[in-house]
Every structure is written in C-alpha cells, then in structure tokens.
C-alpha cells in the first residue's frame, strides 16, 4: 500500500468517524491518547425550591463533608440540609456501559465528589465481569444520598473503550437523582475516603485515576468544555480525559495550584479575586472552587452586598435570583476574576441566565435574572465562592490530578452573547 493511499484512507476513516459523533448515540473519540466523552446538559426541575437554594444546600454539605474528614470524624445527621430532596435541578450527563454484556447508564458528571455509582434509575445488572467487594457504600450530597454495594466491574467509555475493574457502587437505595442513574465521579481521590464500610480509611481510585494506571491515557488529568445554551437539553458539551483538546479554547492555558486553605483545599479548590467593571472590588483574593455539580456562580454574602449595590439589582421571590430592569441589563459591566495572576472577563451577558429558559425556573419571561448569588456565608470561611456551571461554559477547565492545579482558558464562548 502506498504512502498517499495510506494517508487517504485514514482520513477517510477520520471524517467517518466525526460523522457518527453527531449522530444521535453519543460515541466517544479517542485520539493522541486522550478519550473524549460527549456531556448532555438537562434540566430536571419540577419540585425544586429554588437553584439557589439547591446550590446553597450542595454548599453547606461539601463544607461539612471537608470538615468532617480534615477531622476525622464521622459527617454528622444534622449536616443534611433541610431543603426539599427532590432532584439535581440543572445537571451535566455523561452516557457510560457497566458490565459485559454492557447495559448504559446516564450519569452526573460531578467534579465535587468522586465516587462513580449507579442504580438511581436503571438497576445495576450483574454480568461475568461483575465481582462484589466486601464493602458497603454511602455518600450523602447536597441534593440527596445513595447507599448500596461496592463492586468492581468493566466500565466503557464508548467504541471499545474499557477500563477493567472500576470500582464502582451499585444502589440498593437512592434519593434526589430523579430521571438519571447515578453519578460519575471526577474530584480528588481522597474524597472518597470514609464511604466504604467496613474498609472505612480505603480511597477509591476514580475513573480518570483507572484510565491513566491501565496506560489508556498519558496524563492524569481531565478537561471539561461546556458551551452555554438557550436549550433544556443538549449535547453542549465534552469531557476529555488525558489530555486537552485545541479545538475548545483560545490561547494558552494558565494553571492555578489547589489552594492551601482548607476546607476549598479538600475539592478542585483554587484561590480568585474578583472585580466589577474597572475599579469595584467584589471579593479579595481568596479560596473557592471550581464545581461542576454547582449551577450557579457563588460568591460570600458580604461580596453580593457589594455585587448587588454594583448592579442595582434587587431579590426575586420567585426564583430566588437576583433580578434586573432592562436598563440596568444595558448597563450591567463585566466581572473580572483574577486567578494565579491571569485575567478572565466574565461579561454582562454570561452573567444573566439565558432568558429563554426563565420560564423554567419560576420566573418571568420578560425579565432578567443574574446568574451570581450568595453562597450562604460571609467571606473568610475557607470556602467563599463557587464558579460553578454557568462559569464552566465561559471558560474552558482543566482538572490536573498528577501536579494537582486547575487550569483555566478562554473559549469562542467567552464573550457569546447567547443569553
């Protein structure tokens, strides 16, 4: 065969294969030594307070969660918030086969805990790659909790793509993961400490952890690219894992190393500060994290009061959000969040939850509502914000477990005005 031949066939194999990724299955493309997985956005709201209550509840359990284990102590009953369970309100789903013969599962993708388990919706089905550990398994979040069995199991990726025995917990019982299967779990490993029993001081290597060490990809790392939409429920997204993909971002990557202040250094937790148009400061330079599972961008209280002064926006009853006139709208300035010395502008537009989805969460069409909302504290705990979703789709982030950082870029996305 010669050399041009060659070259043309692969090509040729190339586009098929981009031809089937925009098919309505989901196929992952694995190239260079990095996997690429396609991400849903969907909303699940009916029976939910509000997603800023929802978020705050998520909030107060990853800081009772880290507290617990920098402690040493069990996560107490009265760390459960006691806001409506009723479902994950806006989520990220990632589609992945269990067992062989593979059955799919849709699962949240969550950077804020990282144990991968199913069985909310579609059962856990046994196959001859199933193998029960000794272990039960429990993990309570912000908007419910599973127990079950701990097993170890071929997980899929896609087109061939398995990972051998991922640890992963299947749920005899579930609560507040309504129209999904479970979770897949991408934060830092330790996170897992504490959730078996009896092996209660045992982590439990993550997907990404299992990729790396089986050689199917070259770095430990994940990057996540989400775009924002006007849709309620869309491929918008790509989880990629060993590596990062061009064709999402502009310029160059700026890394940030997980913070030293506990309990945001539990979590993908970096240090930011934060500034309204050309000279208001928002909130000095302090610890947060970077939160997948969050959907909403969180800030301390006493930075909202500032925020809120800033914009001249007043509290909507119904939706729980901050809301504008359409003047104040047309004057609204871009928030600027500096991390490890780098700039990135968060315009007036990624600031407002995109208007054709107002209707969804209780609100009125004609109105605008921001996206920024308190995180349920004031400034100094430890933990005093969150650039959660509606951050994610603005910038492209990259989760780097080996040199334990976060890295952060611009995308085509940065400056849309899609809302």
């Not at 309570?140 to 991922?166: A, C, K, M, P, R």
């Not at 909507?316 to 609204?332: E, K």
């Amino acid at each position: 065969m010669s050399r041009g031949f060659s070259s043309s066939f692969i090509s040729l194999l190339l586009a098929l294969t981009l031809a089937v990724a925009v098919s309505a299955t989901p196929v992952v493309q694995v190239r260079e030594n990095f996997v690429r997985l396609p991400l849903a956005k969907k909303f699940n709201l009916t029976g939910t307070h509000t997603l800023l209550a929802r978020d705050q509840a998520r909030v107060q359990l990853l800081n009772a969660r880290a507290k617990a284990r920098l402690t040493g102590t069990p996560l107490s009953s009265d760390a459960v918030i006691s806001v409506p369970v009723d479902n994950q309100a806006v989520s990220y789903i990632a589609t992945v086969s269990v067992g062989s013969p593979p059955t799919e599962y849709d699962l949240i993708v969550d950077t804020g805990s990282s144990n991968t388990w199913v069985g909310a919706g579609q059962p856990y089905v046994q196959t001859s790659t199933s193998r029960q550990t000794r272990d039960r398994v429990s993990v309570t979040y912000g908007s419910g909790d599973f127990s079950g069995t701990e097993f170890t199991d071929t997980v899929s990726l896609g087109s061939g793509l398995t990972i051998n025995g991922q640890s992963i917990g299947a749920a005899t019982r579930s609560e507040g993961f309504d129209g999904v299967d479970g979770i897949l779990g991408i934060g830092p490993t330790d996170l897992t400490v504490g959730t078996l029993s009896p092996d209660t001081s045992s982590t439990i290597p993550t997907v990404t952890d299992n990729l790396f060490s089986q050689g199917i990809i070259t770095a430990d790392e994940v990057a996540v690219s989400f775009e924002p939409t006007t849709q309620e429920e869309v491929v918008n997204g790509e989880l990629t894992f060993g590596g990062t993909d061009s064709s999402k971002f502009t310029g160059s990557i700026n890394f940030a190393p997980i913070t030293r202040t506990s309990p945001a250094s539990e979590f993908w937790g970096i240090d930011e500060s934060i500034r309204y148009g050309t000279s208001t400061s928002i909130l000095s330079n302090t610890a947060g994290i970077v939160d997948t599972g969050t959907t909403l961008t969180l800030i301390a209280s006493d930075a909202l009061t500032r925020y809120q002064r800033a914009t001249g926006a007043v509290p909507d009853n119904a939706t729980g959000l901050l809301r504008l006139t359409t003047a104040q709208f047309a004057n609204l300035q871009s928030l600027f969040f500096t991390i490890n010395g780098v700039t990135f502008e968060f315009t007036a537009n990624a600031q407002i939850w995109p208007r054709a989805l107002n209707t969804a969460i209780g609100g009125n069409a004609n109105s605008v509502y921001l996206i920024v909302g308190s995180i349920g504290t004031p400034s100094g705990e430890g933990l005093d914000f969150i650039n959660g979703q509606t951050w994610l789709e603005r910038f492209y982030t990259v989760f780097d477990t080996a040199n334990s950082r976060v890295g952060f870029a611009n995308t085509p996305f940065t400056k849309a005005t899609t809302n």
